[in-house]
């Protein structure tokens, strides 16, 4: 098993340029996760999928950010504009099903706005 | 916050020597997890405990909660190099689905 594929794993933009972030998660989990790692705020999770359905967004920082699930194998974090703040490295996860509560990270993207 | 805390931040022992980290949550938990980080890598899931068990062990890894106290810890017996990377732990409460992590114990063991 290939394991959660992440894209690109290194970004670096500038200020108010789109960046698009992707992920695949295991074949066959039901359930995906982002999230965003940074020294200051630690591990905060931004927003879930239950069978390519939006769950909870609440973690989402703005209107700047947005994610969609098209598909069962696909998944895109979207941020525009970017801005210096939003350096972080960006994870997804995803878990097999509901009664299965661990998750698989990916490598994460490391993303640098200047 | 809902937040898991991890302690110590940092810990630095050597090659051999066992290494213990605590977390400590707020409200009642479903499970608790305990997952490790290496530097610019993504979290591996190490362990799981659920709410009703008071121990488990997976190897050189013992884990134990306390509901009353609100409180698990995470031993590592034996310690090696490759031990070194951050951990944390990652409450998933009753009625809810997401995980809330910690901000972790960065582990160095010397050599």
């Known amino acids: 098993d290939a394991g959660v594929i992440q894209s690109p794993r290194h970004e670096v933009t500038e200020m108010g340029q789109e960046v698009t972030l992707r992920c695949k998660p295991i074949?066959?989990?039901?359930?995906l996760f982002w999230y965003r790692q940074t020294m200051m705020r630690g591990l905060e999770l931004l927003i879930y999928?239950?069978?390519?359905?939006?769950?909870?967004d609440s973690g989402m920082p703005e209107d700047r950010f947005s994610a969609k699930m098209p598909n069962a194998s696909f998944s895109t974090l979207k941020i525009q504009p970017s801005e210096p703040r939003d350096s972080a490295v960006y994870f997804c996860?995803?878990?097999?099903?509901?009664?299965?509560?661990?998750?698989?990270f990916g490598p994460g993207t490391r993303l640098t706005v200047l | 916050s809902q937040q898991g805390e991890e302690d110590p931040q940092a810990l630095s022992i050597q090659e051999g020597e066992n290494a213990t980290m605590n977390c400590s949550y707020k409200?009642?938990?479903?499970?608790l997890q305990w997952y490790r980080q290496n530097s610019g890598r993504g979290l591996v899931h190490l362990i799981l405990?659920?709410?009703?068990?008071r121990e488990k062990h997976s190897g050189r890894l013992r884990v134990t909660l306390d509901t009353s106290k609100k409180s698990s810890s995470l031993l590592i017996t034996a310690s090696r190099a490759a031990d070194t990377a951050s951990y944390f732990c990652?409450?998933?409460?009753?009625?809810?689905?997401?995980?809330?992590f910690g901000q972790g114990t960065r582990l160095t063991i010397n050599p």
């Open positions: 996860a995803s878990t097999p099903g509901r009664r299965t509560d661990t998750q698989y």
């Open positions: 074949s066959g989990h039901n359930s």
């Open positions: 999928f239950n069978n390519n359905v939006p769950i909870d």
């Open positions: 409200t009642s938990i479903n499970n």
């Open positions: 405990i659920r709410s009703n068990e």
């Open positions: 990652a409450t998933k409460f009753q009625g809810a689905q997401k995980l809330v």
